[in-house]
């Protein structure tokens, strides 16, 4: 609420949109994989090909971006998550 404006609204939230993959299948643009261990970035292409039939074009890690088909090299996908996310974390040496 912002008391800076003489306005006072109030609204219902509406459910996310829910894309349909198959008759048993779906997800919204908040569903998120939660994965044990320390995958490669190949290992998540793998395994949400498995889960849901379809091909990644990226990975993030909340708004960091991990991998990205168009910018980084497909070497980059034999790397560990873990060490991708440190590297990110870090802050940059300037």
Known sequence: MNFALPLCQLSENEPCTRYKIDDKRSFTVWDYIDM??????????????????EQLDGVMA????????????ESRKKEHVRKLLEEVEEPSQA
């Not at 971006?65 to 168009?70: E, I």
Request: charged share 25%.
């Open 36 to 53: 044990r261990g320390d995958p490669t970035i190949e290992e998540v292409f793998d395994y949400v090909k498995q889960l849901y039939g």
């Open 62 to 73: 909340g708004a960091k971006s991990l991998y990205m088909s168009f910018m980084h090299e």
